[in-house]
């Protein structure tokens, strides 16, 4: 996972296709279990082009990169629609989470 992420930053899938800008960390305040899809951070990525959200599990940022500054995710858009990135976490809905605002 990337240890540094700025606000506006952008997130691209693991095809080449960007999925918008990060605004948010959102921290999960209770029971962290990644083999129940149970992850300890998501970043909201606002995608400018369509008015949708996401909101992308941390693990799945694999690196920043150099000549760009892109924010490159292991998985595919199509990978992230079938996760359903598009909605927002329950423990997020349900109060259970710590918002991190990003350095710009």
Same mark, same amino acid.
């Given at each position: 996972? !990337?240890?540094?992420?700025?606000?506006k930053?952008? !997130?691209?899938t693991a095809?080449?296709?960007?999925?918008?800008?990060?605004?948010?960390?959102?921290?999960?305040t $209770?029971e962290?279990?990644?083999?129940?899809?149970l992850?300890?951070t998501y970043?909201?990525v606002?995608?400018?082009?369509?008015?949708e959200?996401?909101y992308?599990?941390t693990?799945f940022? !694999?690196?920043?990169?150099v000549d760009?500054?892109?924010?490159?995710?292991s998985?595919k858009?199509d990978?992230?629609?079938q996760?359903?990135?598009s909605?927002?976490p329950?423990?997020?809905l349900? $109060?259970?989470?710590?918002?991190?605002e990003?350095p710009?």
């Amino acid at each position: 996972m !990337v240890t540094e992420i700025r606000k506006k930053d952008e !997130v691209w899938t693991a095809d080449d296709q960007k999925l918008g800008q990060a605004q948010l960390l959102f921290h999960r305040t $209770g029971e962290v279990n990644p083999a129940l899809l149970l992850f300890a951070t998501y970043l909201e990525v606002e995608d400018f082009d369509y008015g949708e959200n996401f909101y992308v599990p941390t693990d799945f940022i !694999v690196e920043r990169q150099v000549d760009t500054g892109r924010l490159m995710l292991s998985k595919k858009r199509d990978e992230a629609m079938q996760l359903t990135w598009s909605r927002m976490p329950d423990f997020v809905l349900q $109060g259970q989470a710590r918002t991190e605002e990003l350095p710009e």
